[in-house]
């Protein structure tokens, strides 16, 4: 059995668990919060099997794995159907770049330590603090508009009429973009996308609302 330990708004978590969902694989969900008791995530129990105190963490057979974008790789290559990487290394190529320009580029802007150390260390308000993360939504979601675009390889999905890599990283920022009130209208492409993608059973299952630890 798979062991996950995430945190159900965790954009990173939410990734891996779509792949989950997708692969069909069934795992182990432990809940890590990040706010509660100081932050459950820096904890020296937690901390022994990922000593950056992140989330997710994937323990596989006693062996932790960490990183969402190294633990959805090692399990396509382990469960390879449905397939979230396309064959041609051209093209993989080119998913991994779009996926990591959310994954890369947007998302750590954005990570709730980051947000945490602005208002907190730094003294500024709620009302500055919404404001850094949407400026950082806007200018990444305004690239990759363009990007996928140009490619012109969106279909259903990102990257044609199945989810790969770019999806699993998409969605969730959608979702953390839209509680921060991004004018999602500016970024069609993109909508389109995750409309279609959240009405797939994996991604819904994935999503935070429904997760045991969702509050």
């Keep these: 059995m798979l062991k996950l330990y995430s945190y ?32 459950m995530q820096l904890k020296p129990e937690y901390r022994a099997l990922n000593a950056d ?7 596989v057979d006693g062996q932790p794995l960490i990183q969402s974008m190294a633990i959805i790789e090692y399990l396509d290559e382990v469960h390879p159907e449905p397939p979230l990487l396309p064959k041609d290394a051209l093209d993989r190529a080119i998913v991994r770049g779009l996926a990591q320009e959310i994954a890369c580029e947007i998302h750590p802007l954005n990570n709730l330590r980051v947000l945490k150390y602005v208002k907190h260390k730094l003294g ?38 199945t989810p790969t890599l770019i999806d699993l990283c998409l969605v969730p920022q959608v979702f ?3 509680r921060f009130n991004v004018d999602m209208s500016r970024f069609p492409t993109i ?13 819904q299952k994935a999503a935070p609302g429904v997760q045991p630890d969702s509050e």
């Design 176 to 178: 953390n973009a839209q």
């Design 53 to 59: 105190g992140v989330v997710p963490t994937l323990v």
């Design 8 to 39: 159900f708004r965790s954009s990173a978590s939410f990734r891996v668990r779509i792949a989950l969902g997708l692969k069909g694989l069934p795992y182990e969900y432990v809940g890590v919060h990040l706010l509660k008791e100081g932050g």
């Design 191 to 203: 909508a389109k996308i995750n409309d279609a993608c959240m009405a797939l059973e994996a991604f």
């Design 124 to 161: 500024a308000t709620d009302e500055v603090k919404d404001a850094w993360y949407k400026h950082w939504v806007e200018e990444g979601f305004a690239s990759l508009e363009v990007n996928l675009s140009q490619l012109g390889r969106v279909g259903r999905f990102a990257f044609g009429d």
